[in-house]
Nanobody, 125 residues
Framework: QAQPVESGGGLVQAGGSLRLSCAGP????????VGWIRQAPGRDREFVAG????????YYADSVKGRFTISRDMDTNMVYLQMTLLKPEDTARYYC??????????????????RGQGTQVTVSS
């Protein structure tokens, strides 16, 4: 079974940009969506961005809409999260996961299956 691995996190100043990478999410007979979920210290996980593994437009949490972009490279089987205009409140550990089913369900982090350890993003003010 494919195990997504996240990378690309780091320390950046507010207003800066980072690109996160997720290696290996494969569409299976069950999982057909991929997404990024984050967890800040002391807080529950929250959905950030997602898309269908077959391609198409992404969908986003209101807090990141217009600043983050999810994309997928079919040739290399990589999923990316381009983050711009970063804010201190974006500080969190970011995880890549897969899910299936409806768009409503895909915006609920609890429907996701995770395989990696996440990558830390820290935004300084």
């Amino acid at each position: 079974q494919a195990q997504p691995v996240e990378s690309g996190g780091g320390l950046v100043q507010a207003g800066g940009s980072l690109r996160l990478s997720c290696a290996g999410p494969e569409r299976t007979h069950r999982m057909d969506r991929v997404g990024w979920i984050r967890q800040a210290p002391g807080r529950d996980r929250e959905f950030v961005a997602g898309m269908a593994l077959s391609g198409g437009s992404g969908y986003y949490a209101d807090s990141v809409k217009g600043r983050f972009t999810i994309s997928r490279d079919m040739d290399t089987n990589m999923v990316y999260l381009q983050m711009t205009l970063l804010k201190p409140e974006d500080t969190a550990r970011y995880y890549c996961g897969t899910t299936f089913g409806t768009l409503v369900g895909a915006k609920n982090w609890k429907t996701y299956t995770f395989r990696g350890q996440g990558t830390q993003v820290t935004v300084s003010s």
